[in-house]
């Protein structure tokens, strides 16, 4: 049974840093490719950052780039989302999620995406920013 546990969201003040965490079970982390999503109120799901499998490969959402870093660590089957310079359009709940593909290029299944190739999602982590 694949799991995937975000954790990490919280409350910020703008400018502020967050440390996002992913941790997978249930599946051979190294073979998938991976993700972090978002959905704020009332908006549709966006990709925000994905990686690929080996993590040689990463695309970021263009508000995002330059503030957030996405990272792996396949011995550790866990996903990570360094977020800096925090913004208060940044406010949505989090999900990690797990797309099985070898596929090198990571814009593929995340860039203008909701998601819709993932097969496997976390529950989510809210993540609020004040101003």
């Known amino acids: 049974q694949v799991q995937l546990m975000e954790s990490g969201g919280g409350l910020v003040q703008a400018g502020g840093s967050l440390r996002l965490s992913c941790t997978a079970s249930g599946l051979k982390f190294s073979d998938f490719a991976m993700g972090w999503f978002r959905q704020a109120p009332g908006k549709e799901r966006e990709g925000v950052s994905c990686?690929?499998?080996?993590?040689?490969?990463?695309f970021y959402t263009d508000s995002v780039k330059g503030r957030f870093t996405i990272s792996r660590d396949n011995a550790k089957n866990t996903l990570y989302l360094q977020m800096n310079s925090l913004k208060p359009e940044d406010t949505a709940k989090y999900y990690c999620?797990?797309?099985?593909?070898?596929?090198?290029?990571?814009?593929?299944?995340?860039?203008?995406?909701?998601?819709?190739?993932?097969?496997?999602w976390g529950q989510g982590t809210q993540v609020t920013v004040s101003s």
């Open positions: 999620a797990a797309v099985d593909t070898r596929y090198y290029n990571a814009d593929y299944y995340c860039k203008g995406s909701s998601g819709s190739l993932f097969g496997y």
């Open positions: 990686i690929n499998y080996s993590g040689g490969n990463r």
